[in-house]
Nanobody
């Protein structure tokens, strides 16, 4: 399974971006997916996760109410809609997939990773 993240860019505070994570391989349509981010000088942190069916989602407190994770299993693609962006959201965003329909918060539980996409929020 290969993951291809896209959609990052430069946006002003308060703006929106939508990230996409396209997966290869039909089996990936049942895998749990998640988004993580890593800011310069900081450890990678959990952002959001979604179950294989799409019926169960979970968010980090820092993005709850502003970000929405979703998926289209027919397209084998995951999304992260980011609204009301803040400068502290600036980071490289990575999508990940797990060989299970259940999500986890810890990055060690994910089997596949995308290459990352840069999100920069200016104040």
């Amino acid at each position: 399974v290969q993951l291809q993240a896209s959609g990052g860019g430069l946006v002003q505070a308060g703006g929106s971006l939508k990230l996409s994570c396209a997966a290869s391989g039909r089996t990936a349509s049942s895998y749990a997916m998640a988004w993580f981010r890593q800011a310069p000088g900081k450890e990678r942190e959990f952002v959001a996760a979604i179950s294989g069916s799409g019926g169960n989602t979970y968010y980090a407190d820092s993005v709850k109410g502003r970000f929405t994770i979703s998926r289209d299993n027919a397209k084998i693609t995951g999304y992260l809609q980011m609204n009301s962006l803040k400068p502290e959201d600036t980071a490289i965003y990575y999508c990940a997939a797990r060989i299970s329909s259940s999500w986890y918060v810890s990055s060690v539980n994910y089997n596949y990773w995308g290459q990352g996409t840069q999100v920069t929020v200016s104040s």
